[in-house]
């Protein structure tokens, strides 16, 4: 058996990342276990904070935050707690040189901001890389629409028919083009992170700004789809904006998610500063416990298992898409400790006719109290060391509230900060 | 006023097929059907052509008729059969005393049957179960039965048919005992059609009964409905059936990359009652688990429901009742000019086209002899088309792309010849933007539900989630509108696949279905965007 940690962290989406820092940066050695890339992987690169709140738009999330239920994550942690969580991921953000703020309204309190998407729909999100300019998005009359021959998840035509269909964005004047591939004729299907680990590399890069030089000057405003880089690199947008000479703004793109893969290039750069070990490609089978603790994991990569002891473990598994949370008929539970989830027999029951409708099964997940450990139906605490993180929760709807990313950083922050704790006293004994 | 001499009612494979049947011995006719080619039961069967061994002890006439016209179906319809042969296995929970009865009934029926050793059927079908005493082999096969109804379409329009897609018929007109016309509501725009014709052909499958009513006339026309489950695999090569009497759930037919395990049998009052539920899907896993021991653990992609016509005179119902059709003219109840065909099934579309045309010719007092079994439906491309093709269309891919398309075969290649390029929008099914923009200008595609039937599009493993907004941003950049806005039209067609998928809301598929709601509404806020555009 290897050394045992103080933090084993399962999971490397965005909450598992989270936690993990917060526990390194509290002094605790720490080990993260992944079985691929984690959620990251499809993720927008924005950070949904709250959207929507009792299926209203909210353009002030904190003052939205009243509007949810008691059982909802923020409101267990409370505000306070979620600010300060919020606060951990901006700092951490900006030392990385990948700032994520929000935009600001004329008062200066912080708001949603409509981020346009590919599919030209506009999206309430909160913290945004500092790269995209908010501003010159809310006040640009020329936009230009770019997208790049063969990439076919992305065209200026759709983009720009549906944005004129929302108020604010009707009266600009709209310019549709797009730049030659850089793999020229290609049967293959090209995605935007092809193209955007074209521009990581200085010697590659040029290829998008002599694409943009005939355009330059021209705008006050680009879109375009998530281009400039898979990494948190702040040298790629300045020299995109220079050659744009205008803002670009990207717009919100599907799976390959590549601004989720720079929030997660900031993270590991921020954790490898730190006794911590990423051990990739295992999947953990269960977890081992004894009365009311969990003493270790077991794991399997390559067919090979793997014991992984430590003194406090956080899940941040993912939900059903995550696989974090298995569904059978009449049945759910957590991959790792088998919790059993109390949900209706009749699976009927566990969604709504409409796709968008208020499901059960998307609010589904581990009961917890405020430090994120894991509760039973008398809500009494199962064991000591364990806290879960992230869609592994429930009582919230990361989808239709527009709240993934918040709840990730609040609940991964809270389970870090508690287990680097359960860790210390655990040193202790 | 439009004028014909024949108007058949219902666009399934029964009203086509007689359509067809019409055009070819040169009456001239109408269709009129309610929602889209093949809105009814024609696409919401398990898509087998059966040999008839289902039905050879309970119903040895409709055996035969089956075994008939399965033979002429896959020699006229090549595109549309994928001719797997089917096998008919002893299940320990099965009568072993019902196998003599069933042999001797295939032969009395003209099915070859012959018995395969249990040890080579497991070499042919690795996936069955071991336990498995006794295996026969059969003329079973596949057919797309949404193609089969296009491609009858397709030739019934070459020898001048006229067909009218989402005209529900609202009263048969009638002068003194008999029928002078057909009046009907186009659904899209609500105006109201009528046209003067000398006969009517109800093929309204489930709905006969109401259009029956609709001329006055009561007709014993019970709506059963049956619910199937589509698996994500490809678990078998062949069609598997449980070799016992009729009942629920028991046959597998494998389609493409898929899977359909069917069906249930319910009594309905409703002919479009096509929801169905997390028990009936449940119960299909449970009957089918002994031919298929692992059928739980594949991932199951959706479940869906159709109803059967079952004609019922004197009360039988459910699988007592006939699979076997009747056509019926209703000069005997009093009205000249109509005939209705009751009942049936798929694979006897053709022959009840035939029997009911004939029925029509002798009315009229028209001499011209059936054609419909000896021509094929759809002519095969040339060499020099499909070597054409080839230049645009992935290897793997022409052939379906023919197969699929039929007539239209030229148009595609002319759209994917003007192209830049002809990606691929839906990998699960490998099709291509040339299909779908020449599917999608054709007067009759309204959303991209009708764009999925005719190329099946977003029937993979994705269930649209990747190539519903491909294909909306493709048209949008092709200046080709449709009905609904791109939004709202990617929002129907996910509800629609939604639909299928709630009642498997587990394993694999739940995982899928969640990337679908992480992708819509977590990344691209459709579900928001439906309150806030034109705002």
């Known amino acids: 058996m290897s050394r045992i940690v103080d933090v084993l962290v399962v999971g490397s989406g965005l909450a598992g990342l989270v936690a993990a820092l917060t526990a390194a940066e509290q002094g605790r050695s720490v080990r993260l276990l992944t079985t691929g890339m984690g959620s990251l992987a499809i993720s927008g690169g924005s950070v949904d904070f709250l959207g929507y709140a009792d299926s209203r738009l909210a353009s002030d999330p904190w003052q939205s935050l009243a509007l949810l239920p008691e059982d909802h994550p923020y409101r267990l942690m409370g505000t306070e707690s979620v600010r300060t969580a919020f606060k951990f991921f901006s700092d951490t953000m900006e030392k990385q040189h990948w700032p994520m703020r929000p935009a600001l309204a004329q008062d200066g309190t912080p708001r949603n901001t409509?981020?346009?998407?590919?599919?030209?729909?506009?999206?309430?999100?909160?913290?945004?890389?500092?790269?995209?300019?908010?501003?010159?998005?809310?006040?640009?009359?020329?936009?230009?629409?770019?997208?790049?021959?063969?990439?076919?998840?992305?065209?200026?035509?759709?983009?720009?028919?549906?944005?004129?269909?929302?108020?604010?964005?009707?009266?600009?004047?709209?310019?549709?083009?797009?730049?030659?591939?850089?793999?020229?004729?290609?049967?293959?299907?090209?995605?935007?992170?092809?193209?955007?680990?074209?521009?990581?590399?200085?010697?590659?890069?040029?290829?998008?700004?002599?694409?943009?030089?005939?355009?330059?000057g021209k705008y006050d405003l680009i879109l375009m789809p998530p281009l400039c880089g898979s990494k948190a690199n702040p040298e790629v947008w300045q020299a995109v904006n220079a050659a744009a000479g205008c803002p670009v703004v990207e717009m919100l793109s599907i799976p390959p998610g590549v601004g989720g893969l720079r929030l997660r290039d900031a993270l590991l750069n921020a954790l490898h500063k730190h006794d911590f070990e990423l051990v990739e490609n295992t999947t953990v089978l269960r977890a081992e416990t004894a009365d009311k603790n969990c003493t270790s994991v077991l794991a399997e990569a390559s067919g090979q298992q793997r014991r992984h002891a430590a003194r406090a473990f956080v899940t941040a598994t993912g939900g059903i898409l995550g696989g974090g949370m298995v569904l059978e008929p009449g049945q759910c539970w957590d991959s790792v400790f088998k919790i059993d989830i109390t949900v209706p027999q009749d699976v009927t029951l566990w969604s709504e006719p409409q796709i968008f409708g208020n499901h059960l099964f998307s609010r589904m997940g581990v009961r917890v109290d405020r430090e994120m450990r894991p509760v039973d139906a008398a809500a009494a605490v199962r064991w000591q060391n364990v806290f879960f993180a992230g869609r592994s929760l429930g009582g919230y709807d990361y989808a239709t509230e527009k709240s993934g990313h918040g709840v990730a950083i609040a609940t991964g922050w809270q389970a870090g900060r508690m287990a680097a704790a359960a860790a210390a006293a655990g040193e202790k004994q | 006023m439009l004028e014909t001499t024949v108007v058949v009612i219902g666009g399934g494979a029964t009203g086509i097929g007689t359509l067809r049947d019409l055009c070819m011995r040169g009456i001239p006719a109408i269709l009129l059907e309610q929602g889209g080619l093949a809105h009814g039961t024609s696409s919401r069967f398990h898509g087998l052509l059966h040999s008839g061994g289902r039905y050879a002890v309970g119903d040895n006439e409709s055996a035969r008729e089956c075994i008939e016209e399965n033979m002429?179906?896959?020699?006229?319809?090549?595109?549309?059969?994928?001719?797997?042969?089917?096998?008919?296995?002893?299940?320990?929970?099965?009568?072993?005393?019902?196998?003599?009865?069933?042999?001797?009934?295939?032969?009395?029926?003209?099915?070859?049957?012959?018995?395969?050793?249990?040890?080579?059927?497991?070499?042919?079908?690795?996936?069955?179960?071991?336990?498995?005493?006794?295996?026969?082999?059969?003329?079973?096969?596949?057919?797309?039965?949404?193609?089969?109804?296009?491609?009858?379409?397709?030739?019934?329009?070459?020898?001048?048919?006229?067909?009218?897609?989402?005209?529900?018929?609202?009263?048969?007109?009638?002068?003194?005992?008999?029928?002078?016309?057909?009046?009907?509501?186009?659904?899209?725009?609500?105006?109201?059609?009528?046209?003067?014709?000398?006969?009517?052909?109800?093929?309204?499958?489930?709905?006969?009964?109401?259009?029956?009513?609709?001329?006055?006339?009561?007709?014993?026309?019970?709506?059963?409905?049956?619910?199937?489950?589509?698996?994500?695999?490809?678990?078998?090569?062949?069609?598997?059936?449980?070799?016992?009497?009729?009942?629920?759930?028991?046959?597998?037919?494998?389609?493409?990359?898929?899977?359909?395990?069917?069906?249930?049998?319910?009594?309905?009052?409703?002919?479009?009652?096509?929801?169905?539920?997390?028990?009936?899907?449940?119960?299909?896993?449970?009957?089918?688990?002994?031919?298929?021991?692992?059928?739980?653990?594949?991932?199951?992609?959706?479940?869906?429901?159709?109803?059967?016509?079952?004609?019922?005179?004197?009360?039988?119902?459910?699988?007592?009742?006939?699979?076997?059709?009747?056509?019926?003219?209703?000069?005997?109840?009093?009205?000249?000019?109509?005939?209705?065909?009751?009942?049936?099934?798929?694979?006897?579309?053709?022959?009840?086209?035939?029997?009911?045309?004939d029925r029509v010719c002798a009315k009229l007092g028209i001499n011209v002899p059936c054609r419909t079994a000896e021509e094929p439906i759809i002519p095969d491309p040339d060499e020099a088309t499909l070597a054409r093709a080839a230049k645009y269309f992935p290897v793997q891919g022409i052939k379906l792309m023919a197969d699929r398309m039929g007539d239209d075969i030229g148009p595609v290649l002319e759209q994917a010849e003007k192209a830049e390029t002809n990606p691929l929008l839906c990998e699960c099914e490998m099709v291509s933007m040339a299909e779908i923009e020449c599917v999608a200008k054709d007067p009759s595609t309204h959303s991209l539900t009708d764009i999925r039937l005719r190329t099946r599009l977003g029937m993979g493993t994705c269930q649209g989630t990747f190539c519903s907004l491909r294909t909306v941003a493709a048209l949008a950049e092709h200046g080709i509108s449709l009905e609904l806005s791109p939004t709202d039209n990617a929002r129907r067609f996910l509800q629609e696949r939604w639909g299928g998928l709630r009642p498997a809301l587990w394993g694999m598929q739940a995982r899928e279905m969640e990337l679908g709601r992480a992708v819509y509404a977590g990344t691209l806020n459709l579900d928001g965007a439906a309150h806030e555009q034109d705002c």
């Open chain 1, 114 to 216: 409509q981020l346009p998407t590919i599919m030209g729909t506009l999206k309430p999100t909160y913290l945004l890389p500092a790269s995209l300019n908010t501003q010159a998005m809310a006040s640009a009359k020329k936009v230009l629409v770019l997208s790049v021959h063969g990439l076919r998840d992305c065209q200026p035509a759709l983009v720009v028919s549906q944005l004129k269909r929302y108020k604010s964005w009707a009266d600009r004047e709209f310019t549709q083009g797009l730049l030659p591939s850089p793999f020229g004729e290609t049967h293959r299907a090209i995605t935007a992170l092809d193209l955007a680990r074209l521009t990581d590399k200085p010697q590659s890069r040029q290829w998008l700004l002599d694409a943009l030089a005939p355009y330059a």
């Open chain 2, 72 to 357: 002429i179906v896959r020699r006229i319809g090549r595109q549309c059969i994928e001719e797997t042969e089917g096998f008919f296995a002893l299940t320990p929970e099965d009568d072993p005393s019902y196998v003599d009865r069933w042999v001797e009934a295939c032969g009395r029926a003209g099915i070859d049957a012959p018995e395969v050793d249990v040890k080579e059927a497991l070499r042919l079908e690795p996936n069955m179960s071991p336990e498995i005493s006794r295996v026969f082999r059969v003329p079973d096969s596949c057919v797309d039965g949404f193609r089969l109804v296009l491609h009858n379409a397709m030739s019934a329009r070459r020898h001048g048919g006229k067909m009218l897609t989402y005209h529900e018929v609202t009263g048969i007109c009638q002068k003194n005992g008999k029928v002078c016309g057909v009046t009907a509501i186009n659904k899209n725009t609500g105006e109201t059609v009528e046209i003067a014709c000398s006969m009517v052909v109800n093929a309204a499958g489930s709905w006969s009964g109401r259009i029956a009513a609709l001329a006055g006339l009561d007709v014993a026309v019970s709506p059963d409905r049956g619910t199937l489950v589509v698996f994500n695999h490809r678990f078998t090569s062949r069609v598997v059936n449980r070799l016992h009497p009729g009942s629920d759930g028991d046959i597998f037919v494998p389609h493409g990359s898929i899977t359909i395990l069917g069906t249930t049998s319910m009594p309905t009052d409703r002919p479009d009652d096509t929801t169905p539920t997390s028990e009936e899907v449940l119960r299909l896993l449970k009957i089918g688990e002994p031919l298929f021991p692992r059928v739980r653990e594949y991932r199951i992609l959706r479940a869906f429901a159709g109803t059967r016509p079952l004609y019922t005179p004197g009360n039988a119902a459910g699988r007592k009742a006939s699979r076997n059709f009747h056509v019926v003219d209703h000069a005997e109840q009093g009205l000249d000019g109509m005939v209705s065909i009751f009942g049936g099934k798929l694979t006897t579309y053709r022959l009840m086209g035939e029997r009911a045309t």
